[in-house]
Protein backbone atom coordinates (compact mmCIF):
# COMPACT_ATOMS: atom_id res chain seq x y z
CA UNK A 1 0.00 0.00 0.00
CA UNK A 2 0.91 3.41 -0.51
CA UNK A 3 0.64 6.14 2.54
CA UNK A 4 -2.32 7.67 0.89
CA UNK A 5 -3.69 3.94 1.52
CA UNK A 6 -2.65 3.15 4.68
CA UNK A 7 -4.44 6.57 5.77
CA UNK A 8 -7.75 5.77 4.41
CA UNK A 9 -7.89 2.45 5.79
CA UNK A 10 -7.16 4.24 8.81
CA UNK A 11 -9.93 6.61 8.50
CA UNK A 12 -12.56 4.53 6.76
CA UNK A 13 -11.99 1.69 9.40
CA UNK A 14 -12.25 4.67 12.26
CA UNK A 15 -8.37 2.95 14.01
CA UNK A 16 -7.79 4.90 17.19
CA UNK A 17 -4.45 5.58 19.16
CA UNK A 18 -3.97 1.64 21.43
CA UNK A 19 -2.61 4.04 24.22
CA UNK A 20 -4.65 6.80 24.64
CA UNK A 21 -7.84 6.21 21.87
CA UNK A 22 -7.10 9.37 20.20
CA UNK A 23 -7.40 9.71 16.62
CA UNK A 24 -4.27 9.22 14.25
CA UNK A 25 -3.28 11.54 11.86
CA UNK A 26 -1.98 11.11 8.35
CA UNK A 27 1.23 8.18 7.60
CA UNK A 28 4.05 9.55 6.63
CA UNK A 29 7.13 7.91 5.64
CA UNK A 30 10.19 8.16 8.07
CA UNK A 31 14.00 7.28 7.95
CA UNK A 32 15.85 6.75 10.93
CA UNK A 33 18.77 8.10 8.89
CA UNK A 34 19.77 11.96 8.40
CA UNK A 35 19.97 12.68 4.45
CA UNK A 36 22.56 15.74 3.44
CA UNK A 37 24.16 16.72 0.44
CA UNK A 38 27.36 15.58 -0.74
CA UNK A 39 29.94 17.79 -2.90
CA UNK A 40 29.60 21.41 -4.47
CA UNK A 41 26.20 22.03 -5.71
CA UNK A 42 24.96 19.02 -3.22
CA UNK A 43 23.58 17.01 -6.13
CA UNK A 44 24.81 13.74 -4.40
CA UNK A 45 22.69 12.66 -1.88
CA UNK A 46 24.36 10.89 0.78
CA UNK A 47 23.63 9.77 4.54
CA UNK A 48 25.33 10.21 7.97
CA UNK A 49 26.20 6.63 8.91
CA UNK A 50 23.60 4.93 11.77
CA UNK A 51 26.06 2.62 13.18
CA UNK A 52 29.79 1.80 12.85
CA UNK A 53 29.33 -1.51 11.60
CA UNK A 54 29.20 -1.00 7.80
CA UNK A 55 32.15 0.28 7.48
CA UNK A 56 34.17 -3.12 8.34
CA UNK A 57 32.00 -5.07 5.71
CA UNK A 58 33.28 -2.64 3.09
CA UNK A 59 36.50 -3.33 4.16
CA UNK A 60 35.93 -7.04 4.58
CA UNK A 61 38.21 -7.56 1.48
CA UNK A 62 41.16 -6.30 3.03
CA UNK A 63 40.61 -7.43 6.38
CA UNK A 64 40.70 -10.98 5.05
CA UNK A 65 43.86 -10.20 3.63
CA UNK A 66 45.42 -9.00 6.83
CA UNK A 67 44.30 -12.09 8.75
CA UNK A 68 46.15 -13.91 6.02
CA UNK A 69 42.52 -15.77 4.56
CA UNK A 70 42.22 -17.49 8.27
CA UNK A 71 38.87 -17.63 10.69
CA UNK A 72 37.82 -16.60 13.24
CA UNK A 73 39.46 -13.14 12.69
CA UNK A 74 37.76 -9.64 13.77
CA UNK A 75 38.07 -5.72 13.74
CA UNK A 76 36.34 -2.87 15.68
CA UNK A 77 35.67 0.77 15.66
CA UNK A 78 34.54 3.28 17.50
CA UNK A 79 32.89 6.87 16.79
CA UNK A 80 30.00 9.07 16.52
CA UNK A 81 26.75 7.28 14.87
CA UNK A 82 23.62 9.23 14.28
CA UNK A 83 20.32 8.71 14.09
CA UNK A 84 16.97 10.57 13.82
CA UNK A 85 15.12 9.99 16.46
CA UNK A 86 11.54 11.55 16.89
CA UNK A 87 12.00 12.20 20.92
CA UNK A 88 15.50 12.38 22.10
CA UNK A 89 15.14 11.90 25.98
CA UNK A 90 16.32 10.71 29.19
CA UNK A 91 19.46 12.81 28.45
CA UNK A 92 22.02 10.57 27.25
CA UNK A 93 20.31 7.61 27.18
CA UNK A 94 18.73 8.40 23.57
CA UNK A 95 20.45 10.76 21.36
CA UNK A 96 20.76 12.01 17.80
CA UNK A 97 24.41 11.84 18.04
CA UNK A 98 26.52 9.23 20.19
CA UNK A 99 29.60 7.19 20.70
CA UNK A 100 29.31 3.71 19.74
CA UNK A 101 32.25 0.63 19.75
CA UNK A 102 31.42 -2.17 17.50
CA UNK A 103 33.53 -5.52 17.01
CA UNK A 104 32.18 -7.49 13.52
CA UNK A 105 33.92 -10.75 14.50
CA UNK A 106 34.26 -13.53 11.54
CA UNK A 107 33.42 -16.90 12.06
CA UNK A 108 33.12 -19.97 9.94
CA UNK A 109 29.49 -20.85 9.83
CA UNK A 110 30.28 -24.73 9.92
CA UNK A 111 32.00 -24.35 13.59
CA UNK A 112 30.31 -22.26 16.21
CA UNK A 113 32.45 -23.92 19.28
CA UNK A 114 35.64 -21.65 20.48
CA UNK A 115 38.55 -22.66 21.66
CA UNK A 116 38.76 -21.09 24.54
CA UNK A 117 35.23 -21.29 25.80
CA UNK A 118 36.35 -23.26 28.84
CA UNK A 119 37.95 -20.08 30.47
CA UNK A 120 34.35 -18.64 30.95
CA UNK A 121 32.39 -21.45 30.63
CA UNK A 122 31.36 -21.53 34.34
CA UNK A 123 31.21 -17.66 34.88
CA UNK A 124 27.51 -17.01 36.26
CA UNK A 125 25.55 -14.36 34.57
CA UNK A 126 22.31 -12.95 35.07
CA UNK A 127 20.15 -14.14 31.58
CA UNK A 128 16.46 -13.02 30.75
CA UNK A 129 15.75 -15.48 28.28
CA UNK A 130 12.74 -15.73 26.17
CA UNK A 131 11.19 -17.98 28.03
CA UNK A 132 12.13 -16.11 31.25
CA UNK A 133 10.23 -13.05 29.92
CA UNK A 134 7.18 -15.17 29.50
CA UNK A 135 7.05 -15.90 32.98
CA UNK A 136 8.69 -12.70 33.90
CA UNK A 137 11.70 -14.13 35.60
CA UNK A 138 15.87 -13.82 35.40
CA UNK A 139 18.10 -16.95 36.03
CA UNK A 140 21.61 -16.95 37.02
CA UNK A 141 23.22 -19.83 35.39
CA UNK A 142 26.28 -20.72 34.20
CA UNK A 143 27.18 -20.15 30.34
CA UNK A 144 27.99 -23.69 30.23
CA UNK A 145 24.20 -24.70 31.27
CA UNK A 146 22.91 -22.22 28.70
CA UNK A 147 24.65 -23.58 25.34
CA UNK A 148 23.35 -26.79 26.55
CA UNK A 149 20.25 -26.09 27.08
CA UNK A 150 20.26 -24.23 23.67
CA UNK A 151 19.10 -20.82 25.65
CA UNK A 152 22.45 -19.38 23.99
CA UNK A 153 22.61 -20.15 20.59
CA UNK A 154 26.06 -21.60 20.36
CA UNK A 155 29.26 -21.01 22.34
CA UNK A 156 30.69 -18.10 19.89
CA UNK A 157 27.90 -16.08 20.94
CA UNK A 158 28.02 -17.30 24.77
CA UNK A 159 32.13 -16.29 24.98
CA UNK A 160 30.84 -12.55 23.52
CA UNK A 161 28.33 -12.06 26.16
CA UNK A 162 31.36 -13.37 29.32
CA UNK A 163 33.88 -10.91 27.58
CA UNK A 164 31.02 -7.96 27.80
CA UNK A 165 30.04 -9.11 31.08
CA UNK A 166 33.93 -8.83 32.44
CA UNK A 167 34.29 -5.80 30.90
CA UNK A 168 30.99 -3.71 32.55
CA UNK A 169 32.10 -4.78 35.73
CA UNK A 170 35.65 -4.10 35.17
CA UNK A 171 34.34 -0.62 34.47
CA UNK A 172 32.11 -0.48 37.02
CA UNK A 173 28.83 -1.46 36.81
CA UNK A 174 27.25 -3.07 39.78
CA UNK A 175 26.63 -6.73 39.46
CA UNK A 176 23.43 -6.90 40.76
CA UNK A 177 22.21 -4.08 38.50
CA UNK A 178 23.36 -6.15 35.38
CA UNK A 179 21.09 -8.58 33.58
CA UNK A 180 21.33 -10.73 29.76
CA UNK A 181 18.29 -9.74 28.04
CA UNK A 182 17.60 -12.13 24.64
CA UNK A 183 15.41 -10.57 21.90
CA UNK A 184 11.91 -12.08 21.81
CA UNK A 185 11.41 -13.54 18.18
CA UNK A 186 8.77 -11.26 17.54
CA UNK A 187 11.68 -8.10 18.17
CA UNK A 188 14.42 -10.14 16.48
CA UNK A 189 15.95 -8.59 13.64
CA UNK A 190 15.45 -10.23 10.38
CA UNK A 191 19.04 -11.21 9.79
CA UNK A 192 19.73 -12.64 13.55
CA UNK A 193 19.74 -15.78 14.39
CA UNK A 194 20.28 -14.96 18.29
CA UNK A 195 20.43 -11.32 20.19
CA UNK A 196 21.15 -10.60 23.47
CA UNK A 197 21.36 -7.41 25.10
CA UNK A 198 23.32 -6.45 28.13
CA UNK A 199 20.71 -4.10 30.51
CA UNK A 200 21.84 -1.99 33.00
CA UNK A 201 19.45 -1.06 35.99
CA UNK A 202 18.96 2.46 36.44
CA UNK A 203 17.43 4.00 39.26
CA UNK A 204 16.02 6.56 37.20
CA UNK A 205 15.69 5.19 33.82
CA UNK A 206 14.73 1.33 34.75
CA UNK A 207 16.44 -1.33 32.94
CA UNK A 208 18.17 0.21 30.03
CA UNK A 209 19.92 -1.34 27.05
CA UNK A 210 23.76 -0.54 26.84
CA UNK A 211 25.48 -3.30 24.73
CA UNK A 212 23.86 -5.29 21.85
CA UNK A 213 25.29 -8.34 21.07
CA UNK A 214 24.10 -10.17 18.02
CA UNK A 215 24.52 -13.52 15.48
CA UNK A 216 23.75 -11.60 12.00
CA UNK A 217 24.60 -14.33 10.14
CA UNK A 218 25.93 -14.23 6.33
CA UNK A 219 23.41 -11.18 6.05
CA UNK A 220 25.61 -8.02 6.12
CA UNK A 221 28.35 -9.56 4.00
CA UNK A 222 25.77 -11.05 0.81
CA UNK A 223 24.16 -7.71 1.06
CA UNK A 224 27.45 -5.42 0.44
CA UNK A 225 28.61 -8.60 -2.19
CA UNK A 226 25.33 -8.39 -4.17
CA UNK A 227 25.35 -4.49 -4.31
CA UNK A 228 29.09 -4.05 -4.85
CA UNK A 229 29.19 -7.21 -7.22
CA UNK A 230 32.13 -8.51 -5.21
CA UNK A 231 33.15 -12.13 -3.73
CA UNK A 232 33.13 -11.23 -0.04
CA UNK A 233 34.32 -14.79 1.07
CA UNK A 234 37.09 -16.84 2.26
CA UNK A 235 38.61 -19.87 1.66
CA UNK A 236 38.78 -23.18 3.41
CA UNK A 237 40.86 -25.38 2.68
CA UNK A 238 40.01 -29.30 3.28
CA UNK A 239 41.82 -31.53 5.09
CA UNK A 240 41.93 -33.39 2.36
CA UNK A 241 40.56 -33.29 -1.29
CA UNK A 242 37.19 -33.65 -2.59
CA UNK A 243 36.45 -35.62 -5.75
CA UNK A 244 33.04 -33.99 -6.97
CA UNK A 245 31.42 -34.73 -10.47
CA UNK A 246 29.05 -31.08 -10.98
CA UNK A 247 27.36 -29.42 -13.69
CA UNK A 248 29.24 -26.90 -15.57
CA UNK A 249 27.46 -23.94 -17.36
CA UNK A 250 29.44 -22.56 -20.46
CA UNK A 251 27.74 -19.75 -22.16
CA UNK A 252 28.65 -19.00 -25.72
CA UNK A 253 30.78 -15.68 -25.34
CA UNK A 254 31.13 -14.82 -28.81
CA UNK A 255 27.60 -14.43 -29.42
CA UNK A 256 26.34 -13.25 -26.27
CA UNK A 257 28.78 -10.77 -25.65
CA UNK A 258 27.54 -8.12 -28.73
CA UNK A 259 24.51 -8.61 -28.41
CA UNK A 260 24.31 -7.81 -24.93
CA UNK A 261 27.49 -5.53 -24.21
CA UNK A 262 27.16 -4.26 -21.34
CA UNK A 263 24.78 -6.81 -19.50
CA UNK A 264 26.58 -9.71 -20.84
CA UNK A 265 28.53 -9.74 -17.50
CA UNK A 266 25.34 -10.14 -15.38
CA UNK A 267 24.50 -12.54 -17.44
CA UNK A 268 26.85 -15.12 -17.29
CA UNK A 269 26.65 -15.05 -13.49
CA UNK A 270 23.00 -15.58 -13.73
CA UNK A 271 23.61 -18.68 -16.16
CA UNK A 272 26.17 -19.67 -13.76
CA UNK A 273 24.01 -19.86 -11.19
CA UNK A 274 21.36 -21.38 -12.63
CA UNK A 275 19.78 -25.42 -11.91
CA UNK A 276 20.30 -27.91 -14.65
CA UNK A 277 15.78 -28.10 -14.08
CA UNK A 278 15.89 -23.99 -14.91
CA UNK A 279 17.78 -25.00 -18.24
CA UNK A 280 14.50 -27.38 -20.19
CA UNK A 281 12.55 -25.85 -22.77
CA UNK A 282 13.95 -24.08 -26.00
CA UNK A 283 14.46 -20.98 -24.32
CA UNK A 284 16.27 -19.60 -21.14
CA UNK A 285 13.98 -16.85 -19.48
CA UNK A 286 16.28 -14.72 -17.00
CA UNK A 287 15.70 -10.99 -15.34
CA UNK A 288 18.35 -8.60 -15.38
CA UNK A 289 17.91 -5.18 -14.10
CA UNK A 290 14.04 -5.33 -14.40
CA UNK A 291 14.34 -6.43 -17.75
CA UNK A 292 13.24 -9.65 -19.33
CA UNK A 293 15.83 -11.87 -21.23
CA UNK A 294 15.36 -14.31 -23.53
CA UNK A 295 18.46 -16.24 -24.54
CA UNK A 296 18.45 -19.60 -27.36
CA UNK A 297 19.48 -22.94 -25.22
CA UNK A 298 21.34 -23.21 -28.41
CA UNK A 299 24.02 -21.00 -26.72
CA UNK A 300 24.14 -22.19 -23.60
CA UNK A 301 26.35 -25.44 -23.55
CA UNK A 302 25.73 -27.97 -20.13
CA UNK A 303 28.61 -30.62 -19.50
CA UNK A 304 29.47 -33.07 -16.53
CA UNK A 305 32.84 -32.28 -15.07
CA UNK A 306 34.63 -34.03 -12.34
CA UNK A 307 37.08 -32.35 -10.17
CA UNK A 308 39.46 -32.55 -7.15
CA UNK A 309 38.50 -30.06 -4.71
CA UNK A 310 41.18 -28.98 -2.27
CA UNK A 311 38.69 -26.32 -0.57
CA UNK A 312 35.63 -23.80 -1.13
CA UNK A 313 35.04 -20.17 -0.92
CA UNK A 314 32.46 -19.82 2.23
CA UNK A 315 30.44 -16.34 3.50
CA UNK A 316 31.59 -16.13 6.80
CA UNK A 317 28.62 -15.19 9.95
CA UNK A 318 29.54 -12.13 12.03
CA UNK A 319 28.94 -12.28 15.60
CA UNK A 320 28.56 -8.21 16.49
CA UNK A 321 28.99 -7.13 20.04
CA UNK A 322 27.51 -2.66 19.96
CA UNK A 323 28.21 -0.97 23.08
CA UNK A 324 26.65 1.86 23.65
CA UNK A 325 29.42 4.30 24.91
CA UNK A 326 26.61 7.13 26.69
CA UNK A 327 24.92 5.03 28.10
CA UNK A 328 27.36 3.11 29.82
CA UNK A 329 29.69 6.45 31.13
CA UNK A 330 26.25 7.10 32.61
CA UNK A 331 25.42 3.92 34.32
CA UNK A 332 28.87 3.79 35.63
CA UNK A 333 28.33 7.39 36.63
CA UNK A 334 25.05 6.60 38.86
CA UNK A 335 25.90 3.58 40.17
CA UNK A 336 29.54 4.65 41.55
CA UNK A 337 27.57 7.96 43.19
CA UNK A 338 26.66 7.98 46.68
CA UNK A 339 26.67 10.71 49.54
CA UNK A 340 27.15 10.39 53.35
CA UNK A 341 26.97 12.62 56.39
CA UNK A 342 30.50 13.72 57.85
CA UNK A 343 32.21 15.61 60.44
CA UNK A 344 34.49 17.72 59.36
CA UNK A 345 35.88 21.18 62.03
CA UNK A 346 32.87 19.83 64.91
CA UNK A 347 29.93 20.18 61.87
CA UNK A 348 28.44 17.98 60.06
CA UNK A 349 28.52 17.92 56.00
CA UNK A 350 27.37 15.92 53.38
CA UNK A 351 30.25 13.84 51.42
CA UNK A 352 29.76 13.40 48.08
CA UNK A 353 31.46 10.06 46.49
CA UNK A 354 32.65 9.17 43.04
CA UNK A 355 33.71 5.20 43.62
CA UNK A 356 35.00 5.24 40.44
CA UNK A 357 37.44 1.61 40.10
CA UNK A 358 40.91 3.02 39.73
CA UNK A 359 41.33 2.11 35.94
CA UNK A 360 38.53 4.48 34.89
CA UNK A 361 39.01 7.63 37.33
CA UNK A 362 40.19 10.97 35.61
CA UNK A 363 42.82 11.07 37.90
CA UNK A 364 43.94 8.51 39.71
CA UNK A 365 45.85 10.34 42.68
CA UNK A 366 45.93 14.12 44.45
CA UNK A 367 48.97 15.63 45.18
CA UNK A 368 47.76 17.94 47.70
CA UNK A 369 50.66 20.43 49.48
CA UNK A 370 49.49 21.41 52.80
CA UNK A 371 49.80 24.98 52.18
CA UNK A 372 50.68 27.30 49.47
CA UNK A 373 54.82 27.69 50.19
CA UNK A 374 57.48 27.28 47.94
CA UNK A 375 59.12 24.70 50.71
CA UNK A 376 56.18 22.34 50.13
CA UNK A 377 55.34 23.31 46.65
CA UNK A 378 58.59 21.93 45.12
CA UNK A 379 58.31 18.55 46.70
CA UNK A 380 55.22 18.48 46.09
CA UNK A 381 55.83 19.20 41.86
CA UNK A 382 58.77 16.58 42.12
CA UNK A 383 56.21 13.50 43.39
CA UNK A 384 54.11 14.85 40.95
CA UNK A 385 56.65 14.25 38.33
CA UNK A 386 57.37 10.67 39.51
CA UNK A 387 53.87 9.57 39.04
CA UNK A 388 53.28 10.96 36.14
CA UNK A 389 56.70 8.97 34.42
CA UNK A 390 55.01 6.12 35.73
CA UNK A 391 51.86 6.38 33.82
CA UNK A 392 49.61 7.44 36.84
CA UNK A 393 47.04 10.09 35.59
CA UNK A 394 47.92 12.93 38.24
CA UNK A 395 46.19 16.04 39.04
CA UNK A 396 47.70 19.15 41.19
CA UNK A 397 45.83 21.26 43.72
CA UNK A 398 47.26 23.95 46.13
CA UNK A 399 44.22 25.87 46.28
CA UNK A 400 41.53 25.91 49.76
CA UNK A 401 41.64 24.08 52.77
CA UNK A 402 43.10 20.74 52.76
CA UNK A 403 39.61 19.26 53.57
CA UNK A 404 37.50 20.93 50.92
CA UNK A 405 40.29 19.35 48.67
CA UNK A 406 39.74 16.04 50.12
CA UNK A 407 36.67 16.79 49.02
CA UNK A 408 36.60 17.80 45.86
CA UNK A 409 38.89 14.67 45.13
CA UNK A 410 35.88 12.54 46.55
CA UNK A 411 33.59 14.05 44.14
CA UNK A 412 35.68 13.74 40.95
CA UNK A 413 36.47 9.87 41.67
CA UNK A 414 40.20 10.34 42.68
CA UNK A 415 41.28 7.10 44.37
CA UNK A 416 44.10 8.29 46.32
CA UNK A 417 45.38 11.51 47.47
CA UNK A 418 48.92 12.57 48.69
CA UNK A 419 49.66 15.02 51.24
CA UNK A 420 52.68 17.57 51.49
CA UNK A 421 53.22 18.75 55.03
CA UNK A 422 56.01 19.94 56.95
CA UNK A 423 56.52 16.64 58.25
CA UNK A 424 57.46 15.46 54.72
CA UNK A 425 60.66 18.00 55.26
CA UNK A 426 61.75 16.50 58.33
CA UNK A 427 61.66 12.46 57.55
CA UNK A 428 60.76 11.83 53.61
CA UNK A 429 57.42 10.82 54.02
CA UNK A 430 53.67 12.03 52.78
CA UNK A 431 50.64 10.96 53.92
CA UNK A 432 48.17 8.86 51.30
CA UNK A 433 44.23 9.02 51.36
CA UNK A 434 42.05 6.27 50.72
CA UNK A 435 39.05 7.59 48.85
CA UNK A 436 36.97 5.34 49.86
CA UNK A 437 37.10 4.55 53.87
CA UNK A 438 39.06 8.01 54.21
CA UNK A 439 41.53 6.21 55.96
CA UNK A 440 45.39 7.74 55.99
CA UNK A 441 49.26 6.15 56.00
CA UNK A 442 52.20 7.81 56.16
CA UNK A 443 54.92 6.37 53.56
CA UNK A 444 58.38 6.81 51.83
CA UNK A 445 58.63 9.29 49.21
CA UNK A 446 61.10 7.71 47.57
CA UNK A 447 59.07 4.64 47.22
CA UNK A 448 55.51 6.52 46.58
CA UNK A 449 55.53 6.17 42.60
CA UNK A 450 55.83 2.30 42.76
CA UNK A 451 53.52 2.46 45.55
CA UNK A 452 50.53 4.39 44.27
CA UNK A 453 51.36 2.17 41.19
CA UNK A 454 50.88 -1.10 43.11
CA UNK A 455 47.58 0.64 44.90
CA UNK A 456 46.12 1.15 41.48
CA UNK A 457 47.14 -2.22 39.52
CA UNK A 458 48.04 -4.92 41.49
CA UNK A 459 45.71 -5.35 44.12
CA UNK A 460 47.81 -4.03 47.20
CA UNK A 461 45.91 -3.52 50.01
CA UNK A 462 45.66 0.34 51.54
CA UNK A 463 47.05 -0.88 55.26
CA UNK A 464 50.03 -2.42 53.44
CA UNK A 465 51.13 1.31 51.26
CA UNK A 466 52.41 2.49 54.88
CA UNK A 467 51.91 2.70 58.43
CA UNK A 468 48.42 3.95 59.62
CA UNK A 469 47.60 7.63 60.93
Same mark, same amino acid.
Given at each position: ???????????????????????? $??????????????????????? #??????????????????????? #???? *???????????????????????????????????????????????????? #??????????????????? @? +??? $?????????????????? &? #??????????????????????????????????????????? $?????? =??? &?? @????????????????? %?????????????????????????????? @?? %???????????????????????????? +?????????????????????????????????????????? +?????? %????????????? @????? *????? &????? &?????????????? %?????????? $?????????????????????????? =???????????????????????????? =??????????? *???? +?
Amino acid at each position: MSTEQVSEVIKSNNIKCPECKGAL $GDVYEFNLMFKTSIGPGGKRAGY #LRPETAQGMFVDFPRLVKFYRDH #LPFG *ATQIGKSYRNEISPRQGVIRLREFTQAEAEIFIDPRIKTHPNFTEIADMELT #LYSQEGQDTGKSEKTTLRV @A +VQK $GTIAHEFLAYCIARTCQY &L #LRVGVSPDKLRFRQHMKDEMAHYAADCWDAEILSDRFGWVETV $GIADRT =DYD &LK @AHAKQSETELTVYIPYD %KPKTITRIAIKPDMGVLGPRFKGKAGKIVS @AL %KDMKLEDLTGDFIELTIDDEKIKIEKEL +VNVESVTEELHGENIVPHVIEPSFGIDRIIYSLLEHAYSEEE +VEEEGK %KETRIILSLPPEV @APVQA *AVLPL &LTREE &LIKPAREISESLRK %KGILTGFDDS $GTIGRRYRRNDEIGTPYSITIDYQTL =DDGTVTIRDRDSMKQVRAQVSEIAGNIY =DLLYSGKPFED *AGTI +V
